[in-house]
């Protein structure tokens, strides 16, 4: 028994270089590193189907419970009384397991057919187990990934070497007569089993390393992005103007395999750095007719020859290039382009990453552009504003929004118009006596979506609002100061279970607005001039109450009113009562 086991290795080790020849083709990386399409599955079941039909011809003829031929032999047929030892069940059992059970039974067809055509007393019995082998790897591993498990090889070698003991019992089940088909199981048993245990682990190692390989590749791309985006990010604050795209483009032929790096805006070259800088001239016309049909058709145009690349200069030496569109709310505002100097260099990966960048200088651009808006708010606005924002509130909210650019774009678009609205809300305030409650809500919302991005999931906020209030007319800057002063005041040396209460109601003829929360409270000294003048604060200006008190006795006269609960360790309870209707306005 234990004498074949050397021949089962020396078989096994065909299969295994083969696949480990295949595994350095780009065909063969791109088959198994596939989303499994149809056509891939196809290729897939030809492949592995291939391999069982390999280990048919290689296999090793069993005569009478000995080895027949263990040299190198090609098996055309066996005779009627004779049987093979071979790898069969490995190919098509990797081949389920990574294609699912399509291509575990399709190459399980194709082996065990091809198997029962060689021959011999246990023909019906190889072939059905290796269709049954092909079909549950397939079932087994679409299993495992449904339930987001890896196929490591211990498992896999576990599954593959219990599939061959399976298929010695369908020998002794089906073969005939039983006596040799015992003897036949007591030889090759064994050694089929181990042997082919074996080649399944260093086949999947084998497989591993392929599929290791395009993770390590982007999980490399994706890194080199980040950091190219990071070190960019200061010179597209700036706008695309020759300065910031010359230092852009400098820090991508460095970060990136190019040989040279252009961006333009929608008619002229910015910035060219790195090969045939001779004449691809900044603040010139476009050079090459490829960037003109990008920005006019604002989609990616690759060119692997010189010739598709139009460069007006016969001699220039760019023979590949990727140009990419730089859009801005939906509009080609200029392109990214890189060029090599030998097609071969322009490779997927090289692409993938062009388009990576585009997309994130793109959205840099985005907010860029939103950035520079928010700076043109006008100093006396600000200032005039400041009684209401922290100074650092806009900082802060800039930074979260800048450090979210790099992890979650989606978010930071979010958080950029929860801000676009907090400041909206402030320099509509600033020129109205009233607005509506809808407006302050939303004044609100857009402030706690920006804090809570800050700091997530630090503070619980739970909304009570009586339908059909939203018209109801207050004074801007009446809530949103309510619900900061109880962020940055009431939770001091409180970790845990930070709760604020918003309720709006109608209370007779009055709208009732109470914000509640569980922090440290007020000391009773501090309660005795809250609302009454200024506070002295370290966060803040400690004018909100002050003012809201001011505006509320001036608008209406002693008809509203401002009240504020607190005790110390319990928290603080802050009412506001506002007339639904009024005509005495100052």
Request: contains cysteine.
């Amino acid at each position: 028994m234990l004498q074949l086991l050397p021949f089962m290795i020396e078989k096994i080790g065909i299969i295994v270089i083969a696949a480990f020849l295949l595994s350095q083709m780009k065909s063969f990386r791109q088959i198994v590193q596939g989303e499994h399409k149809t056509s891939e599955k196809i290729k897939l079941t030809i492949l592995f189907g291939t391999f069982g039909i390999i280990s048919n011809y290689t296999g090793i003829e069993i005569h009478h419970s000995t080895i027949a031929h263990h040299n190198w032999h090609w098996l055309a047929s066996i005779g009627s009384d004779n049987a093979i030892a071979n790898t069969r069940v490995m190919g098509v059992f990797i081949g389920g397991l990574i294609g699912g059970p399509a291509v575990g039974l399709g190459s399980g067809l194709i082996a065990g057919l091809h198997r029962y055509s060689l021959g011999g007393y246990t023909a019906a019995a190889c072939a059905i187990s290796t269709i049954l082998a092909g079909a549950t790897a397939g079932y087994i591993g679409k299993w495992r990934r449904r339930k987001s498990n890896k196929l490591t090889p211990f498992f896999t070698v576990a599954v593959g070497m219990t599939l061959e003991a399976v298929q010695m019992i369908i020998i002794l089940i089906m073969a005939k007569p039983f006596i040799n088909a015992w003897e036949l199981v007591k030889l090759i048993g064994l050694p089929m089993i181990i042997g082919n245990g074996f080649g399944t682990l260093l086949f999947v190692v084998i497989i591993q390393s392929v599929l290791n390989d395009k993770e390590r590749t982007r999980a490399f791309q994706t890194n080199r992005t980040f950091q190219i985006a990071e070190q960019t990010l200061p010179f597209f604050r700036q706008g695309l103007n020759p300065d910031s795209c010359k230092e852009i483009s400098k820090i991508m032929l460095l970060g990136t395999d190019a040989d040279a790096v252009a961006i333009t805006d929608d008619n002229k070259v910015l910035s060219h750095v790195g090969a045939a800088s001779d004449h691809h001239t900044p603040l010139e016309g476009l050079a090459t007719k490829l960037t003109r049909k990008v920005l006019e058709q604002g989609v990616i145009h690759v060119a692997r020859s010189k010739k598709d690349i139009h460069c007006f200069r016969a001699d220039c030496p760019l023979q590949a290039a990727i140009v990419i569109p730089l859009k801005v709310h939906g509009t080609t505002v200029g392109s990214l382009k890189m060029y090599f100097t030998r097609p071969d260099k322009l490779t997927e990966v090289q692409q993938e990453l062009a388009e990576g960048l585009a997309n994130l200088f793109s959205t840099q651009l985005e907010l860029a552009q939103a950035e520079h808006q928010t700076k043109l708010l006008k100093d006396a606005e600000i200032r005039a504003l400041q009684a209401q924002i922290h100074p650092h509130f806009f900082f802060n909210a800039m930074n979260t929004i800048s450090a979210l650019c790099r992890t979650d774009v989606e978010r930071a678009r979010e958080l950029l118009i929860d801000l676009s609205i907090f400041f909206r809300s402030n320099l509509q305030g600033a020129r109205q006596l009233l607005i509506p409650l809808e407006q302050e809500i939303e004044h609100v919302e857009a402030y706690l979506s920006l804090e809570q991005a800050r700091f997530p999931n630090k503070y619980q906020i739970d909304w009570d609002i009586e339908p059909g209030l939203e018209k109801v007319l207050l004074p801007p800057f009446s809530l949103q100061p309510l619900v900061e002063n109880a962020i940055h005041h009431a939770f001091a040396n409180i970790k845990e279970n930070r709760k604020i209460i918003i309720s709006i109601y109608t209370a007779k003829e009055s709208m009732t607005i109470v914000v509640e929360d569980n922090g440290t409270g007020i000391n009773s000294e501090k309660m005795r001039v809250l609302g009454e003048q200024t506070v002295d604060s370290q966060k803040g200006t400690g004018t909100a109450i002050f003012n809201i008190s001011e505006r509320l006795e001036g608008i209406y006269n002693g008809r509203a009113s401002l009240r504020i609960q607190s005790e110390v360790g319990k928290g603080t309870i802050i009412t506001m009562s506002i007339p639904l209707e009024h005509t005495e306005v100052v």
